[in-house]
């Protein structure tokens, strides 16, 4: 599972949505409205239920489940992580340079 913090996932959907581009940018005024609040409200629903019950379902039906934060994936190699838990299963390793959890 890639993670993403909620504020950078947040805007950069809303972003997308709106621009209907994955590189769009949009004027200060698409923020000044009830869309974009709406928009809020909705998508970090969506993204805590994510974040919360995906590691949860996947613990109790004892899914084997690798997350690795996007951040991460920006500044380091994540491959061997993946990798490494895909060959041993292994859970609760940290990431050497962040010393976050890549796994549950």
């Not at 993403?4 to 809303?14: F, I, S, V």
């Not at 005024?29 to 379902?57: C, T, Y």
């Amino acid at each position: 599972m890639v993670l993403r913090n909620p504020y950078d996932a947040t805007l950069a959907d809303y972003k997308r949505q709106m621009s209907g581009s994955h590189t769009g940018n949009l004027e200060k005024s698409n923020f000044e409205n009830e869309i974009w609040r709406k928009f809020i409200d909705q998508h970090m629903h969506r993204w805590f239920g994510s974040a919360v019950w995906f590691p949860l379902f996947a613990e109790k039906s004892k899914i084997p489940m690798l997350i690795i934060y996007y951040e991460d994936m920006k500044v380091t190699d994540c491959f061997t992580s993946v990798l490494t838990f895909s060959i041993s299963g292994k859970f609760g390793e940290r990431n050497a340079k962040s010393g976050r959890f890549l796994s549950r």
